[in-house]
């Protein structure tokens, strides 16, 4: 999963860089490659990047992050994901992006620049561009309309070189069909599985065991360092009764965010289908193809749709005739949205295909979009503005604060001078949660760089400013191992059970090297045989085993003559023995119902396989110095 996300994040990278309004985040790449050569963080063939600018573009990358994985995105994960060089890479490439746009003398037009802008919903009102809304939302951010269409129009110019590497990709018929019968080949496994873990609680243990493995992995056992800390914390929520919100405040907000407030189009609708899957046969698909006619056909002479539903629809919205509440269009599969994007009430589609069959749509009502009245939205409106009065008014508070700090200032002599509360952790390690606070990367790493005493600058987790003070610090040590000797113990009885799985499994494979019948060894040994079920090589997971790379790797080589591995598969803490017994080619004759899909999805894999040689050529061509001590 983790290589999976690096993967797809450049990309992401890429689209927050050319996706120019978003109000949440959108005017961050406003910058221009700034010459200030104090205050650089790398330079791309004599061009400055500004910490400024790799600041920005990091905590947007993050909150782009954020918004996808949710809570999913943890400290750690976001360490392992590398997301400051991401930022600082991106930043490199788009530089790069930009003066490759240059060399080929690539140029925006003043129409191409207008209409971007003009077409963009941010700036729209009822559907077209609106000149006061589009100065407000400038002021907003504090930007000229000069500033803002010079960096769209180095955005347009990102997006143009962008094609033009792209637009060289092509897969013809034969690439595909290739790819095609290698990804829809399926093979159906057998396996013997040995599980680490009830084999360790038959393990007996001594305690020179345990003390020759306490010997050998003391590191292992190590008792991080832990310190304890007072400090203030400057919560919004504190903040949110006071200041004032303004009906001029109110209703600004609402004129600049008109879109949050609009409601989409949409319809109230009822479906056919006629169930038919991309494994069924060439006889069962024209068999549910004219089925689909011939109710299509009861329609059109008048029959009652919703009856007509009740009896012969495969969907579980059938038993309602075929109601599906009401829903939006742009949330309706590709092919379905297109099928009915010009239908108005009372009007029945045509017979649409799917992977999931034949459908028929009638549209009952359309409810068309509608902006909802600054009335209505109002406590939701004085909501937002209050949160974000609140933040305004904390982050100058602790800033206040911050700025009465002194060399050989207490922390506690300061709470009781301005009146605030001092709250304590109590002793915590860097990656335990904290009282109070949970798992705060910020605030833990703030705390075990400081040295006993020693009063920090504001530290903000979550909106939240800090300021700490180390008060007690507790170094790392070994512990005596009477202190840990029953973790100890379960380490070695896992190990002595891993070993002896991996024994028994090593000792079925090289029964079967030597000869021996599968059905023989698993009579003798007393083993269970599981089935997986037909799988492709394309599947993420193997039924019953789960992830295992290795194993999905080998099986499709197998053959019905030599259906055994030979070997033995190590997967989740498990062993396996594994034997082929089946394989189904691909149908090829399916091959021209996906392929216009297929091949549709293997160019744009190939645009961005072409497009990223390509930078990865321009980055080692080019000459780019980085100050890597920014982001540390």
Do not use: C
């Amino acid at each position: 999963m983790l290589d999976l996300m690096r993967k797809h994040a450049r990309s992401w990278f890429i689209q927050i860089a050319l996706f120019a309004v978003i109000l949440v985040f959108v005017f961050w790449g406003i910058g221009s490659f700034s010459e200030d050569k104090g205050n650089r963080i790398a330079t791309v063939n004599n061009q400055h990047i500004t910490i400024r600018e790799y600041r920005e573009t990091y905590e947007n990358l993050l909150k782009r992050y954020q918004d996808v994985y949710k809570n999913d995105l943890s400290e750690k994960l976001i360490s392992q994901l590398n997301l400051k060089e991401m930022a600082l890479e991106g930043l490199i490439e788009r530089a790069l992006l930009i003066q490759e746009a240059e060399s080929l003398d690539l140029k925006v037009t003043q129409k191409e620049l207008k209409e971007s802008i003009m077409n963009h919903p941010a700036f729209q009102k009822d559907g077209r561009f609106n000149h006061y809304q589009y100065m407000n939302l400038l002021r907003y951010n504090r930007m000229t309309p000069e500033e803002f269409e010079a960096s769209q129009k180095r955005d347009l110019l990102i997006k143009k070189v962008e094609g033009v590497i792209k637009d060289t990709a092509k897969i013809s018929d034969k690439e595909a069909l290739d790819i095609y019968t290698l990804e829809d080949e399926s093979v159906n496994i057998e396996f013997v599985s040995l599980m680490a873990a009830s084999f360790s609680g038959k393990v007996s243990v001594s305690d020179e065991e345990i003390n020759d493995y306490f010997l050998k992995h003391k590191e292992k056992y190590r008792i991080p360092a832990k310190v304890n800390v007072q400090y203030l914390s400057f919560n919004p929520k504190d903040y949110e009764s006071k200041g004032e919100i303004t009906e001029e405040n109110i209703n600004d907000y609402y004129q600049m965010n008109k879109e949050k407030f609009t409601l989409p189009e949409k319809i109230q609708a009822r479906h056919i289908l006629i169930k038919s899957l991309p494994d069924d046969d060439s006889e069962s698909v024209k068999k549910a193809g004219k089925k689909a006619e011939n109710i299509l056909s009861e329609i059109q002479k008048g029959a009652d749709f919703a009856t007509l539903a009740r009896a012969y629809s495969d969907d579980p919205s059938g038993k309602k005739g075929g109601e599906l509440g009401y829903i939006e269009r742009r949330n309706l599969m590709g092919q379905i949205r297109e099928a009915i994007s010009s239908l108005k009430a009372g009007e029945v589609s045509p017979i649409i295909k799917s992977p999931f069959g034949f459908h028929i749509l009638k549209i009952e009502k359309v409810l068309n979009p509608r902006t909802i009245p600054l009335k209505d939205v109002r406590p939701q409106i004085v909501s937002l503005l209050r949160q974000e009065m609140a933040q305004e008014l904390a982050d100058k508070k602790a800033e206040d604060v911050n700025a009465m700090i002194f060399e050989g200032r207490n922390l506690k002599k300061l709470a009781s001078d301005i009146k605030m509360d001092l709250h304590e952790t109590g002793l915590f390690a860097i990656e335990e949660s904290i009282k109070e606070l949970g798992r705060n990367k910020p605030f833990s790493d703030a705390a075990f760089s400081l040295k006993k005493d020693e009063i920090s600058q504001l530290v903000k987790s979550s909106g939240i400013n800090y300021i700490l003070q180390v008060i007690e610090r507790v170094e790392p040590r070994i512990p005596e191992l009477h202190e840990v000797k029953d973790r100890v113990k379960k380490d070695v009885q896992s190990e002595k059970g891993n070993a002896m799985a991996k024994a028994k499994a090593e000792g079925l494979a090289e029964g079967l090297r030597m000869g021996r019948k599968w059905e023989h060894l698993i009579s003798e040994n007393k083993l269970r045989v599981e089935e997986t079920g037909f799988f492709r090589r394309g599947d993420s997971l193997i039924p019953k085993i789960g992830y295992a790379e290795e194993i999905k790797k080998h099986v499709f080589s197998l053959t019905t003559n030599n259906p055994y591995a030979n070997r033995v598969f190590h997967a989740n803490d498990t062993y396996f023995i594994v034997k082929l017994k089946s394989k189904k080619d691909a149908a090829k004759e399916k091959f021209n119902l996906v392929k216009d899909r297929l091949k549709k999805a293997l160019i744009e894999q190939k645009k961005e396989e072409i497009f990223q040689a390509w930078i990865s050529s321009l980055k080692a061509r080019a000459e780019i110095v980085k100050d890597l001590s920014h982001i540390r």
